[in-house]
């Protein structure tokens, strides 16, 4: 486990040359409320970077900036070397509610982001025909999104962020909403698929098995205003199984550090 | 209360209202009040008599260009309420006057303003239906999750693409809602309309047989009236309840 | 000529009925003659006066003395159609005479109304006070009403009357009421109106006095009318029995003004109305000219001669 | 009233980005400001058709305004409110318990449902107005029949809202009501009727509304007395600016007196709207 | 760890003399649908027992019949030895979505259960005053619930549940609706308080951890119509720290356990 404590108000890191989101000096005011104060960050690419920290800390804030969906109040973000100026195709967002339209097919929902592109019916279908077998939905092309289950509302999200592959996926507390067994299976399902589609994740949650075992590297962000206390890198041995990654020595002790450090601000 | 899930009782117990009715009527108790069964007999022959038709045709007209104008004029300052502060200020203030104000007093004011006949009655409608579907897309537009925007404009959707692939689509149900509503207050606005200020169409045969006694055809009006009135509002909540199908667990 | 072609606009503050036959009689002769005539029908007659004042229509039906005094649009009128015919009816049981009536309350159409105007009127010559005047509008709605026993003193018109003594023989009695000859309909128009379209002005006035002699010549001639121009169609049985009747009722009372009005009854409306509270002044300071357009009147008088 | 104001809060900050945004938040402070420049603007607008003017019969926003203060000054209002209040207030008083008598009654026991629910379900969509004119046949032109057309206009209202809101009553609390063996009656009356209680007061104050409607309608269709008579004679004398302050001043004392009761019902009601 | 493991139709289990709670061939059946089916249980006195199991698998159903709330189609919950006919006030509920009163200050939502009994204001404020400490909301006795957190708003749940002083608490899924950090910490109080109020605790949930790490005992019910699949006694050492709690390797073994055989019910 490879450890990175930074001071709580000046997390400096040196760019990293493999980074393929870089948060430089991010600040963020609502009205006169400060959400972000001077956030540095790099994201490596090919790695599933997971955001930790109380609630109302500014997790969202910070993905929504990364997605272009919200502006900085000063500071830049730069994805692949290039200013972040609003959403891009390069980027893609998984909802925490799904944000599913509940009017379309399975099809039409994981096709959408292609539809926006113009594509054609016939070869987005195909595509998002793939991403739909991909996250184990076979099958299901035609239904409604209220006639699945959470868990399997979720996969179409991500199917639909697959489906526009783009380089850099942004999670936002994507299994809050989904109930705990198939939560678990979905964690290992993604792991899975971060292997297969060697993309760069970044990751919200508020369960801290959850970014321990996912996660290559966790942000740890102290209360509001949001500011990087901490990052860790597990180096857990992913090619394990998911019983030998829970039982790890190292994944255990991530665990209780980041609870300790983390239990003070829960009320 | 979901009307559709009580269909069946509530014909049933409307029955019972109506066998009272014929049973009151029998025994004379009111010259108001005549046995169901004859109303039932001045509404079939009533609605054979060219005065009846050309009535209905005018009413309707008023209606039917009453409803459109406020559906389309509702919907788009509805929009532009719900999406922009501005106007939110600008109108909010005098829509929720408006929904909840006697607007009876002002249909008089109405033909100064706008012209006599048809149109005053066109114009009530309008008044009477446009608030409560501005208020009622108002809120859809405000209830669209935001992250359903957010997916919209995180894969690219910008301006016109992002109302009329999501905002309008998810703020649907509300918008239907709404109309539905409008349509109630709409048909009140027509006789209103119609018997405040210009008596023609409906008004003018309610007036006629309120005048004459003519209690037979003044109930067969009045229940082809409410008849309408309820299937109108049927048929909405019929759509609605679709799109809310698709809406599901929204 | 463009004037020609356009529709003359009247608003009439009334229903279509029995009552009024002979105006859309009258109106079907103009339209004959090349008046292209458009019939509104309002709630009631100040609601056609407003939409004679404010220009969305071209021709009222109705009395608007107090409105031509107070308003700052020159409004005239121009044609008497019909002097007030109302009956003061009492319920037997309670009223026999006028002076029954003192300390009670009774009944009228509206608040500055002919029908007021007469009770106003019956309680300076009977000398008494009503304790109050209450507004019912629509005279069959007041003898409604009365047959209800929901008011128990009221003024009705002639059908009103003939529904009473129908209905309820002698149950109820009529009031007598000596030479009130104040003008209840007339037309009225903006003198610009006048002024720019007398050719249709004369037609419609035309019309109508010809039509008022023949119906007081020959009553019956009303429903040969109604078939012929196919007014009201779908007019009750019972009601069209009565058309006949109604009409030899008001011929035998010489209720058409066969002449129009004019200069004599503005004078006898003066004194009506002062009386009345309707106008304020003196009668004799009151100018006819500021209240009629006789012109058109007179014109017409010329062609079809004085009766 | 302040639903537009509150419903807005959050989602205002949300909407625009950029420079947008920045417009957003300048608005956001000046709400009140912001009604103000709307009336402003509206009162503008009328007086500027007024004096072109679009008809004669239409007066200016000054004239009526002096009209309004005249008649406000001169006692006209006041008879004439104490006129129109009358038939209103006895009419909702009715109305309201009777309502929510039987608003209650529908939601607890589904006979009464069944019987009573289709009724005011027909009576609520179907245009009322039409009936008025019936009354008078009755009741006469009194206090009676205007009474009864308010009660006509707002008791469907009111016991449809009390239905629901009784029906609607949050299942679990309930369930947690029983599970501490609530007798039936404590049931109604610690959880059933306060949970219900803001529907219940939403139903009156549409029931409100409702009953404006009613006596103006009465004032207008079965006899001109209080504000209707203001509003006819008025009309009859071509005082134009006189009919339209009496015009206003109704709906001004309809919005009033709905906001004033919606502020109560907040206030009082709601204990956990009343903050933020 | 005690592991039985019953015949997925017919879990059989001998009565034990100290259970205060036991089930017996209790079916459910809503119109045609078939919730429950004989399920035969024992719910030992003084010991915390978890039913875990797929979504829609009926634990909310048999919670409730044991509560009093639902009537089951046949068999038969005796409490203490007596047979339910309904609820009462030897067994209290905690509800997954809180049910508190949100007109009703913090303090008499706790009171409630003891306004219903009867009891004097003074009273029953002393009472709940001290629920309300023992979960630790001292000071919020006049917050209204809209001013609490999730974890607060249950934390008044229980309290209140605790303040009827009732033998058998009947948690659904109390934790659902709080967030990760706030459930962990609550996991630990109820602990706490498990082993300081001596009350039998029935505890409904979809953590697999969560169920291994609080209960004595584990009720594994089958996918619908819900049966008993297996019950496991996980036999940790609760005087331990958290922390050991969750390294432990019998913790490891059983949710590792647990999760294979639920696995295939997810979707
Ligand atoms: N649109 C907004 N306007 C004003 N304040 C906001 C807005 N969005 C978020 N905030 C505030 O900013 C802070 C950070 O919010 P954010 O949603 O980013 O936190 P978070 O870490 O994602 O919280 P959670 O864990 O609850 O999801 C919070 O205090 C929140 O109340
Ligand atoms: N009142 C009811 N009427 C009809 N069916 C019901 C009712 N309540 C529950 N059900 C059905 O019975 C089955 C069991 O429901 P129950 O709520 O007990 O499951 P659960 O195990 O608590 O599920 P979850 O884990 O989602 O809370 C489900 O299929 C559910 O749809
Ligand atoms: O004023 N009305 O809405 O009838
Ligand atoms: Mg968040
Ligand atoms: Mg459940």
Redesign the interface.
Known sequence: MRNITAAATTAVETPSPDAAVEVRGICKMYADMEALRSIDLDFPAGKLTTLLGPSGCGKTTLLKIIAGLIPATSGEVRVNGVAVTGPGPERAFVFQDFALMPWATVMRNVAFGLELKGMGKAERQAIARKYIAEVGLSGFEEKYPHELSGGMRQRVGLARAFAVNADVLLLDEPFSAVDEQNRRKFQEDLLRLVDLEKKTFIFVTHSIEEAVYCSDRIVILSRRPGRVAQIIEPEIDRTASPDAIRRDQGYLDTVEEIWQGLKRYVD | MTIFGYRVPMMASLLAWCVIWEIVGQMGVSFLIPPLSDVLVAAFSLVQTGTWQAAALTTLNSFVIGMALAIVVGVMLGLLMGRFPVADNLFGIWVNIFVSAPLSALVPVLMILFGMGETTVVVTVFLFAVWIIVLDTRAGIQAVPRSLEEMGRSYGAGGLRLYTKIILLAALPEILAGIRLGMVRGVKGVVIGQLLVSIIGYGELFELYSRNFDMENFWALTIILFAVAMGLSALIENIEKRVEYYAGVR | APQAEAKVRVAYGDIASVENLHLLAAFELAKQKGVDIEMTYLKSEDIAAQAVVSGQADIGVGGPYALIQKVKVPVRIFLQLSTLRFYPAVNAEFYKTWKDLNGQEVAVHSRGSGTEAIMRLMEQKQGIKFSKISYIPGSEVRTGALLQGNVKATIVDSNGRRLLEQKAPGKFVILPMDGVNATDEALFARQDYLEKNPKDVDIIVESILTTWREVTKNPAVVAEWRAKYKLLPDLPADQVAEITPYFTELAEGKAFPLNGGGAAAAKDDFAFYTLSGQLTGEPASLKVDEFWALEPLNRVLGKVGTN | ?S???H??GS?????G??AS?F???L??HR?AL??A???A??FLVWEIAGRIP?????PTFLETLRAFLTMLFNGAFVAAYAETLQPLVIGITISAVLGVGLGILMGLSRFA???????F??L????????I??I???????LMSKTLAVVMLALPVIA?NG??AV?NT?P??V?????????WW?RIV??IL??ASPIIFAGLR?GL?AG??G???AE??????G?G?L???H?????YPE??A??VS??LV??LT?SALEAFEVRV????KR?G
Do not use: H
């Open positions: 009233m639903a537009p104001a419903a807005n989602r205002r900050a949300i909407s980005t950029g945004s417009w957003g938040k608005l956001e709400t912001w009604r420049a709307s009336i603007l509206f679009i008809s004669f019969a239409f449902e069944w019987l009573v629910a289709p009724v379900i027909v609520q969509a179907a245009p009322m107005a039409a009936l004119p019936l008078t046949f009755v009741y006469g032109i009194g449809l239905y629901k029906r949050n679990s609390l369930d947690m009501c029983r599970s501490f063996q609530g007798s404590q610690k959880i306060p949970d549409l509304a404006f409607i006596v103006i309608l207008l269709l079965i006899t001109p007395t504000i008579d509003i006819t004679y009309r009859s004398v071509a005082d009919m339209y009496a015009v109704i709906i309809s919005t709905l009601l709601r204990p956990e903050k």
